[in-house]
């Protein structure tokens, strides 16, 4: 099975706050990813979330990290239409570098 | 922030052609670049882990007599699918990793090369 898993979509209305969930296999991993990708672009770096920390905000931005069940959430506060895009959780497998994806999960955000 | 590089950003050749792409780091030094390859629709997959001065570290499951990486400088690594054949159509995506400091455990992704084979 994947190591990295997602839904695959969302759809929120402008305003209201989008919640993203992945879980992931790895207990070692160090750090964990959230990235973004718009259409025909590559990834952006959202933010990251170090394995000894619970909750990372930054911004509209809000991670949230359950080590014990190995899951992962990104809340993006007032959400825009500009946040539509596919965002991809993604785990450093064994702290070696290599970037084990999620399926990624596409949010649509209407007007 | 950290910039990288790719180039082309699309490229269209006839199977059985050979294709070279380049990442580069544009403001920073990269001692490890990895390629990824991207189907429609799909996620990321991991291909191979370039270090500067040394062979390629590929995949299971990944050819590197097909994909070769030459990682040539610590501001370039060359993916180059050779013999290509319209199932290596693909979105291929490569990072950077930096030498010290934030730039030590984050990833900088270029903006992807979109291959076609006809």
């Known amino acids: 099975g994947e190591d990295v898993e997602q839904s695959l979509f969302l759809s929120v209305r402008e305003g209201d706050s989008s919640v993203i969930n992945c879980t992931y296999t790895?207990?070692?991993?160090?750090?964990l990813y959230w990235y973004k990708q718009e259409p025909g672009a590559g990834l952006q770096l959202l933010t990251y979330i170090f394995s000894n920390m619970d909750m990372k905000q930054d911004q509209r931005l809000t991670v949230l990290l359950n080590k014990k069940d190995k899951h992962l959430s990104l809340r993006i506060a007032d959400t825009q239409t500009g946040d539509s895009a596919i965002y991809f959780c993604?785990?450093?497998?064994?702290?070696?570098?290599?970037?084990?994806f999620g399926q990624g999960t596409t949010l649509q955000v209407k007007p | 922030g950290a910039v990288v590089s790719q180039h082309p950003s699309w490229v269209i050749c006839k199977s059985g052609t050979s294709v070279k792409i380049e990442c580069r780091s544009l403001?920073?030094?990269?001692?490890?670049m990895f390629w990824y390859r991207q189907f429609p629709k799909q996620s990321l997959m991991l291909m191979a882990t370039?270090?500067?001065?040394?062979?390629?570290?590929?995949e299971q499951g990944v050819e590197k007599d097909k994909f070769l990486i030459n990682h040539a400088s610590l501001t370039l690594s060359t993916l180059t699918v050779t013999s290509a054949h319209p199932e290596d159509s693909s979105f291929y995506i490569c990072?950077?990793?930096?030498?010290?400091?934030?730039?030590?455990?984050?990833?900088?992704f270029g903006p992807g090369t979109r291959l076609t084979v006809l």
């Open positions: 403001d920073f030094q990269a001692t490890t």
């Open positions: 790895d207990s070692s991993s160090t750090y």
């Open positions: 990072s950077a990793r930096g030498t010290s400091g934030s730039k030590g455990n984050e990833q900088f």
């Open positions: 370039s270090n500067e001065g040394s062979k390629a570290t590929y």
């Open positions: 993604a785990e450093d497998k064994g702290n070696t570098g290599k970037l084990i």
